[in-house]
Every structure is written in structure tokens, then in C-alpha cells.
């Protein structure tokens, strides 16, 4: 069974700061998501990770997968307040359903 | 905003009742999706369609009955629920079912926040 584990589950941050999230997960895949939610609102997509070694970057956010260690990370540069969210990632399977495995979710606090 | 909308936003009923949440997706796909989203809890996979036909159902009491009339529209009929069914219930879609392609990225809608009582 493929299972998916964050951490940490909170982090509380002061602006400036860098930090990461990480994501590992329990057999082998291909394909790796992260999502942001914020209070009371629908998961956004922010990084679709397709293979071994793959780095995407979107403003102070960087994500990277390594299939061999089955980690993904989330790097956060100079950390602002507009970035408090809960971050999660999910894992799906190549060949089975399209059915995402999500992780606990990380709940990040950015503040002033 | 996603092209997946749910309706209602928030919902509150008693055990013996019965509701329906709807999900309409405006993206062309032609699979979706129902989640569950506890507190403290990761969201859990609920039902999948593709073409509007059900190709996984993870488990789900059969107090929970999904319908999918159409590849834009998906209905989760809800009756004599628990108290711990009170959850935020999120509708997904993507454009095929095999996992492992970027063409399959699932799109989420706003959701539904249920409170069971």
C-alpha cells in the first residue's frame, strides 16, 4: 500500500527565512504533485514533478523529486506572509488509476 | 479559479436526512472525482468516473451514493449519515484516468463543508 508522509506536519516561520518541506513516500513512482490550500479554499496545483531528479521552480517556491530516495522537497526562499497555507503533496502511480495518495499536509505560518 | 464548481459551499443536516452535493466541471474532462477531507487527516480518494462510468470505489459506506450523469456533472447523494462523516467533501476532475501524465493533473473544486449532527 502506498502510503505518503510530510513533514513536519507544522511550521511556523518569520519572513526572510528559508525552510523546506518533505515529502516521502513508500514504494516506487513516477509522479509526484503538490498542492496549496488555503482556509476554506479548494487545492491549488503548484508543481507537477514527472521523473527522477526533475527541479520546478515558481517564485520563492522550489520543488525537486528524487524517485531513488522516493522524496520530494519544498523549498521556501525568504519566506513572505502571503505564503501561509497548508502545502500538500501526493503521489500516484504510473499504469494504475489516476488515483493520488495525499500526505498529511503541512500547515506553514509565515510571520511578520 | 479551477473550472470545477460545487454546490452548496457549506451544508448542515440532521442523521436522518437526506442531501446531494453537486460538482460540475467546465474543463472538457472526462474523469472526476469525489474526496474527503477530515481534520487532521489526508484527503482520502472516495469515488472515481471516467466517462461516467465508476471505475473505483475506495471502500465508501453505502450511505454515500455517487452519480455521474454526464462527464461535467457528478452528484454525491448523501443519507442517514454519522456524525463523523462531517468533513469537507472536494469534487476533482482530470482529462483521462491512467495515472503518471501530466494530462491527468486533477483539478479541484472549492468543496463542500458538511456538517452532520
Known amino acids: 500500500e502506498l502510503k505518503v508522509e510530510q513533514n513536519p506536519l507544522f511550521l511556523s516561520m518569520q519572513e526572510g527565512k528559508n525552510y523546506t518541506i518533505y515529502c516521502n513516500y513508500s514504494?516506487?513512482?513516477?509522479?509526484l504533485y503538490w498542492y496549496r490550500q488555503d482556509p476554506g479554499k479548494s487545492l491549488e496545483s503548484l508543481f507537477v514533478?514527472?521523473?527522477?531528479?526533475a527541479v520546478k521552480q515558481e517564485g520563492r517556491l522550489m520543488a525537486s523529486l528524487d524517485t531513488k530516495a522516493r522524496l520530494s522537497t519544498l523549498h521556501i526562499t525568504a519566506a513572505v506572509h502571503d505564503l501561509s497555507a497548508t502545502y500538500f503533496c501526493?503521489?500516484?502511480?504510473?499504469?494504475?488509476?489516476?488515483?493520488?495518495?495525499f500526505g498529511t499536509g503541512t500547515l506553514l505560518a509565515v510571520q511578520p | 479559479e479551477t473550472g470545477v464548481t460545487q454546490t452548496p459551499r457549506h451544508l448542515v443536516m440532521g442523521m436522518t436526512n437526506k442531501k446531494s452535493l453537486k460538482c460540475e466541471q467546465h474543463?472538457?474532462?472526462?474523469?472526476m472525482y469525489w474526496y474527503k477531507q477530515s481534520a487532521k487527516k489526508p484527503l482520502e480518494l472516495m469515488f472515481v468516473?471516467?466517462?461516467?462510468?465508476?471505475?473505483e470505489n475506495n471502500s465508501v459506506p453505502s450511505r454515500f451514493s455517487p452519480e455521474c450523469p454526464n462527464s461535467s456533472h457528478l452528484f454525491l447523494h448523501l443519507h442517514t449519515l454519522q456524525p463523523e462523516d462531517s468533513a469537507l467533501y472536494l469534487c476533482?476532475?482530470?482529462?483521462?484516468?491512467?495515472?503518471?501524465?501530466?494530462?491527468?493533473?486533477?483539478?479541484f473544486g472549492p468543496g463542500t463543508r458538511l456538517t452532520v449532527l
Open positions: 476533482a476532475s482530470s482529462q483521462g484516468i491512467l495515472g503518471g501524465t501530466v494530462d491527468n493533473e486533477q483539478f
Open positions: 514504494t516506487t513512482s513516477d509522479r
Open positions: 514533478l514527472l521523473s527522477n531528479g
Open positions: 501526493a503521489v500516484d502511480q504510473l499504469g494504475a488509476t489516476n488515483k493520488l495518495i
Open positions: 474543463l472538457g474532462h472526462n474523469a
Open positions: 468516473y471516467s466517462l461516467e462510468e465508476r471505475v
